[in-house]
């Protein structure tokens, strides 16, 4: 494969030669990305449970039942809601690092 030459103003950029930041950046970037993946899960869960009980508000109102019951019943379902979600983002959480400890557990 050809490799042209980068013009006289461009700044010559060397990939590669330098292992060890290249592993910092990456390493940067993954915790980066892992926080951002954990804020926008809990964002989801959090809008989720407001679906879920403004669903069941609606709902309720809809079929004529008692304020009161359904103002309950709804604070059910967002307190439920809201339970899983959080639990189902701690076990993946548990799950990918687990799952990491053993990979790097089994490369040796």
Do not use: Y
Not at 28 to 55: G, K, N, P, Q
Not at 59 to 66: E, F, I, K, T, V
Not at 77 to 87: E, F, H, P, S, W
């Amino acid at each position: 494969m050809l490799k042209s030459k980068p013009h006289p103003d461009q700044l010559a950029l060397g990939f590669g030669k330098n292992a060890e930041l290249e592993k910092m950046i990456e390493a940067r970037v993954a915790l980066r990305a892992e926080a951002a993946a954990i804020r926008w899960r809990f964002r989801l869960v959090l809008l989720e449970t407001v679906m879920m009980s403004s669903l069941v508000i609606a709902a309720g109102l809809a079929l004529n039942q008692p304020t009161a019951l359904v103002l309950r019943g709804a604070a059910i379902v967002g307190i439920a809601c809201l339970a899983t979600g959080l639990m189902l983002i701690v076990l993946s959480g548990v799950t990918g690092r687990l799952i990491s400890k053993f990979r790097r557990w089994r490369a040796r």
